[in-house]
């Protein structure tokens, strides 16, 4: 067995079973209820970019989320999930935002705050009850988004039950801004909008190009494995919290860097305007960076979507996009100062073995990082990662081979 054969994701039929085992466990063997599943996802490139109105570049991940769903008129959420101890009961009428006192401190959160924030944004005329039961192939606190995973299959599935499904790509963007309330209002996590526009808005064989400001978004073909490539995936398994206030401090910083420079979003200011920018905020050198950071992320992610979108960059472009896969990385070490150890790490022993590129991804400070690899080559980079976590007596990293996978959606059987 390879060595990432274990960390396959589950068949959306073994999800199914074993949600639905855990419910009958739960809450009786006659319950029947519905199915839906939600995918975490990996960046490819623009990272720390959506909350400054910038573009991101998402693939949904094969790894998913699954939620058993069945209504309930009490305006109550009753949640269990695989991953976590005991049964969990929300009264969505109690519930208040993060900072009042009705909040809510478990990972029931995640849950309840999504029929409360689809409420709250009109997007439900009723508090919608559900008994819920939760199980998950998606690595937990790895940097690809077990949480937006777990709202976005939530949200499926009360949408469905409710008769708000989230079919078209406009309703799933209304969802998707529904999960981002429960996750910043409710679970009290300031997170951008990328991690739930990719689960619900990315297609299998597709990254998603999305312009976070304006939500729009397109569908760029990414067929690795017709260009002998693969994706790899590394958990680190560094520490890694988004709550615990680096990430906060980041998006204050960019906030008062756009006041200053007199933007709204720090995505207002072109790349040809950032040496300008920089002097107006020499005397604020920390903030420079990390306007420099964001300002250049987005330049290299228009970049890496043009060339996608131009057709066979996977071939003609390939040393291009890998270029920019490590100024990202770079960027986001150096200027915008979210990465590790452990992350580093990771890049640098691709950069050994010429790999064409690899990054950091997700919030940082531990987390996941990404290469891109050819196919050959996959035994032999897990090897050398491994190694050097070994030599430099860190735990062993956990590794995925992964292809953009399918949105958010109720089981169709
Ligand atoms: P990431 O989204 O990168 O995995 P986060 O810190 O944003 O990391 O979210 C992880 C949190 O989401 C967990 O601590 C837990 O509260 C919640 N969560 C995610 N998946 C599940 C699950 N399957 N069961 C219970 N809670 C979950
Ligand atoms: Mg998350």
Redesign the pocket.
């Known amino acids: 067995m390879s060595q990432w054969e274990h960390l396959h994701a589950w068949s959306p039929s073994h999800g199914g079973k074993r949600v639905r085992d855990l419910a009958h466990q739960t809450f009786g063997a006659d319950a029947s209820g519905l199915v839906a599943s939600a995918p975490g996802r990996v960046n490819l490139i623009g990272e720390h970019t959506d909350y400054n109105g910038g573009l991101a570049l998402p693939i949904a991940l094969p790894h998913r989320?699954y939620a058993w769903v069945r209504a309930r008129t009490d305006g109550r959420i009753r949640c269990i999930?695989a991953?976590?101890d005991h049964l969990e009961e929300v009264d969505l009428h109690q519930l208040t935002a993060h900072d009042g006192s009705g909040a809510l401190t478990s990972?029931a959160a995640?849950v309840a705050g999504v029929p409360w924030a689809a409420y709250h944004s009109g997007v439900l005329s009723e508090l919608q009850g559900a008994d819920i039961a939760?199980d998950?192939c998606?690595p937990?606190?790895?940097?690809?988004?077990?949480?937006?995973?777990?709202e976005c299959a939530v949200a499926v599935a009360i949408g469905q039950l409710a008769g708000h499904p989230a079919r078209d790509d406009e309703q799933r963007g209304r969802w998707a801004q529904v999960c981002v309330r429960a996750e910043n209002e409710v679970a009290g996590?300031p997170t951008g909008g990328l991690d739930q526009a990719a689960s619900l808005r990315c297609q299998a064989g597709h990254a998603l190009a999305l312009d976070c400001r304006s939500g729009a978004t397109q569908q760029l073909p990414f067929d690795l494995a017709a260009h002998d490539l693969t994706l790899m995936v590394v958990d680190t398994r560094a520490e890694h919290?988004?709550v615990d206030g680096q990430y906060a401090s980041r998006r204050a910083d960019c906030t008062q860097a756009a006041a200053l420079l007199g933007v709204p979003l720090l995505a207002d200011i072109p790349i040809e305007q950032l040496a300008a920018a920089l002097d107006d905020l020499a005397s604020h050198p920390h903030l420079g960076a990390r306007v420099r950071h964001v300002v250049t992320e987005i330049a290299r992610t228009r970049e890496f979507i043009a060339l996608l979108g131009a057709g066979d960059a996977l071939s003609r472009d390939l040393d291009r996009l890998g270029a920019l896969m490590y100024a990202s990385h770079a960027s986001l070490r150096d200027d915008y100062q979210v990465s590790c150890r452990e992350l580093d790490l990771v890049v640098d022993t691709a950069r050994e073995l010429h790999l064409p590129g690899a990054r950091m991804t997700?919030g940082g400070f531990g987390?996941s990082a990404i290469a891109l690899v050819p196919a050959v080559q996959a035994g032999e980079f897990a090897a050398a990662v491994s190694a050097a976590f070994t030599a430099a007596d860190l735990r062993s990293p956990h590794l995925y081979r992964v292809e953009p996978g399918a949105p958010a959606d109720v089981e169709t059987t």
Request: glycine residues 16%; without cysteine.
């Open positions: 989320t999930s991953q976590a990972w995640y939760i998950s998606v937990f606190g790895a940097g690809l988004s077990s949480s937006a995973a777990l996590a919290s988004l997700g987390g």
